[in-house]
Structures are given as structure tokens and as C-alpha cells.
């Protein structure tokens, strides 16, 4: 079977680099990402705006995003990325305003969401309200309270499924190690910080909440997906085909220094039969095919 050209559902890129924390640390820029995807076999990326200060030390504006969406449109798509907080601070504020206009700017949803704000804040909550209303897709990073960046929730993700229980039309697509670490049964408060090796025992939260909430979505990109994937081989075969219209490909790529083992271990699970072709089809292409190709109502 022939592989397929990816599509990445999760990248970060700018036009000019500020390296002032540590060489070759950060963003890539569009030459330097069309290299990696070369080596990849990937298409097209989603370019994430970051536009919290939670979110890293170089902001990555939302006008930028569309920028490097228009001068590369063969390389780029983009979501928007409002903050909860915009506008006048309030958590009733009508965010819908923008997403208006960045849906008529072509975004094809929100994030990577990284507001350090638990998941049933009431700023967030008004975030979801509104990319929900607006058939806006959301894609979060989960964190920790003062201790990580992203949306804060704990073992058990209780909040995270309050959210999608509460706004049941809003597509979450889940991202991080904090996420991630849960799709094993035994994850404890060690392992829950860290990218976990060894098998993966059942009982593991994403496995029931993925049973039970058709609007959660699967982002795999980094080491915090690509580990959940590939830490159990027979397991994450199991997994890739169980959810394959769930999951997003994606990479993560925030410096060229950055290897990414999942987009090969994908290519060498389906020449091996270990996953159908559908799947994999669907997992590295198909399924963000729909999500960016879908019509959006303005």
C-alpha cells in the first residue's frame, strides 16, 4: 500500500526567530518547517496561534498565524486562538465577535489553547460557549495550576468531562502530557508529569471518557502523544484502529532540532499490517481532511 501525504494538526511557525533563551530552542520558520516536512511526508500543517502568556515566552499572534496562512497557503492552514480574557475582562464578554471574524479570515477553529484557567472557570467556560455556537473546534493543552501551561485539570480529568458533558457540540481535541499520561490505568502523580514507558494497563481515563463523550478528539502529536501511541505497540495498534475517527495526526514541531519518531512508526504500522490502511488513511490524512475542508457557516 502507498503512503499518504499527512496532514499536521498541530504546528507552530513565525516569520522571524528571537532566540534569546537558548540556540535553536524555538519556532520554526516556513523554510525551515517545509524541511522537516520533506523528511516527513507531510503535506500541509495547522498553524497554532499562541496568544497567551501562559502559553511560551514568544507570543505567536493570531494576525500572524494568517499571514503565514495566506503568503503559504499550500503549507498552512490556521486556527485562531482568542483569550478568554480579551475584550473587557469579563467572563460574560461576547467573544463571538471574534471568531466571526477569523472565521472570515479562514480559520478553521481555535487554538492551541493554553490559558493556565481550570476547565470550569468561568472564562473558559465562556470560551467553549461561543466556539461551540460557532461550529469552531477547540484545541486544548492541558497544564497544571502555576506549575505548566494549558487548561488545568487533574487525575481523573473531572473537569475536562464536566466540559464535554455541559457543551456536548463542541469538538475538544485533547493535547499534552498531562492528557495523555491517563490512557493508562496505573498513571499516579509521578507518572502523570512525565511521558510514562512500559505497557499500558487498562482502566486508563481516555479509554471510558472516549467511550462516553463522542465530542472528544485525539491530538498526537509530540512526545506526549506519539509516547502514549508507541510506548505498548500492541496496545497503540489496538488504539489507533478502535478510535481511528478520532485521532489527528500531528507533529508539534516548535524548533527544527525536534524529532518526530510517529509519523515513520505510522508509515511501518500500516506496511506491516499491523493497522488496516483505512485507519491509517483517516488517522494521517482523512480526518483533517474533513475538519479543514468542511463548510463553515458565517
Known amino acids: ?37 520533506e523528511e516527513l511526508g507531510i503535506e500541509k500543517g495547522v498553524q497554532l496561534p499562541l496568544n497567551s502568556p501562559e502559553g511560551r515566552f514568544q507570543i505567536i499572534s493570531n494576525q500572524e ?15 485562531c486562538n482568542p483569550d478568554p480574557r480579551e475584550g ?31 476547565f470550569d472557570d468561568p472564562y473558559m467556560e465562556n470560551l467553549f460557549k461561543h466556539c461551540e455556537a460557532e461550529d ?13 501551561y494549558g487548561i488545568v485539570d487533574e487525575i481523573g480529568m473531572p473537569k475536562l468531562e464536566g466540559a464535554l458533558k455541559k457543551f456536548p457540540k463542541l469538538q475538544f481535541i485533547a493535547h499534552s502530557t498531562q492528557f495523555w499520561s491517563q490512557i493508562s490505568g496505573d498513571v499516579d502523580t509521578t507518572t502523570y508529569l512525565r511521558y510514562p514507558t512500559g505497557s499500558v494497563s487498562p482502566g486508563g481515563v481516555i479509554i ?14 509530540a ?5 502514549a501511541i508507541m510506548r505498548d505497540r500492541d496496545f497503540g495498534y489496538w488504539f489507533l484502529e478502535q478510535y481511528q475517527d478520532r ?16 509519523s515513520h512508526y505510522l508509515d511501518e504500522a500500516m506496511e506491516q499490517g499491523n493497522i488496516s ?10 480526518n483533517a481532511m474533513k475538519l479543514l475542508k468542511r463548510e463553515i457557516k458565517l
Open 1 to 37: 500500500m502507498k503512503k499518504v501525504k499527512k496532514i499536521d494538526i498541530h504546528v507552530h511557525s513565525v516569520f522571524e526567530k528571537w532566540n534569546f533563551l537558548e540556540q535553536n530552542s524555538n519556532w520554526t520558520t516556513p523554510a525551515e518547517l517545509k524541511v522537516k516536512y
Open 88 to 118: 473587557n475582562n469579563t467572563p460574560n464578554y461576547d467573544l463571538s465577535q471574534f471568531l466571526k471574524f477569523y472565521k472570515s479570515m479562514g480559520a478553521k477553529g481555535v487554538g492551541e489553547v493554553t490559558v493556565n484557567l481550570p
Open 65 to 79: 498565524s494568517y499571514k503565514l496562512a495566506k503568503e503559504y497557503p499550500n503549507q498552512y492552514d490556521w486556527f
Open 277 to 286: 490502511y483505512i485507519a491509517y488513511e483517516k488517522i494521517c490524512r482523512e
Open 223 to 227: 512526545g506526549s502523544g506519539g509516547n
Open 208 to 221: 471510558r471518557l472516549l467511550d462516553t463523550y463522542p465530542n472528544l478528539m485525539l491530538d498526537v502529536s
Open 136 to 148: 469552531m473546534p477547540l484545541l486544548f493543552h492541558m497544564g497544571i495550576k502555576n506549575r505548566s
Open 247 to 262: 485521532i489527528y495526526f500531528g507533529t508539534d514541531i516548535c524548533a527544527p532540532k525536534n524529532e518526530m519518531r510517529l
